[in-house]
């Protein structure tokens, strides 16, 4: 009888040690973007030194469109913030509204005579070009910048930001990568 309970103690201790063991960075921010979707941010790990940032777009209340992870030491955002303040703000940063990047006309051009062989670059000479997502088709892409839809980047490496864009359907769609100076 005296063995039960002591197993019970030593496994719920262990998943007590388990929890707190993530809970040294947990932090979470959100913002609206357009037609009722919010993103949000969200650190976790033991530090977040070691830790990991994932990226939610979504409905209130529904499924995310679209939802990615990272590790904190592999984006610009976070390379500087070492305290709960600053990681609190560049989590805040990170889903920011930029102003050059509200809406989708502000892309470059597609020209019909380029395929998206997946490593398109518009304009295709340019040094800090920007790289339409694999999956798009310029028919997308070019309606995406005619209707001036919502369109959201995020630092998404040391030199480049990921972009979206949101449907007139309310659809989230992944358009490419902006480069820029690391």
Known sequence: ??????????????????????????????????????????????????????????????KPQYDIAYKMQDLLTFQDAKKDDAIKQSLADWIAEMPNFKTAEKLPAWPASLANSGDLRLPKDAEFAFTPAAKITRNTYEALRKAKAPYFCFVAGMEHQHCMGLSRAGKVIEIGDQAFPG
């Not at 941010?41 to 994932?54: F, M, Q």
């Open 1 to 62: 009888m005296k063995l039960i309970p002591t197993l019970i103690f030593v496994s719920y201790a262990a998943v007590i040690s388990n929890n707190s063991a993530f809970a040294e960075c947990i932090f979470s921010t959100s913002r609206v973007w357009a037609k009722g979707i919010t993103i949000t941010a969200t650190t976790s790990g033991k530090t977040c030194a070691a830790g990991e940032v994932e990226l939610q777009i979504a409905k209130a209340a529904e």
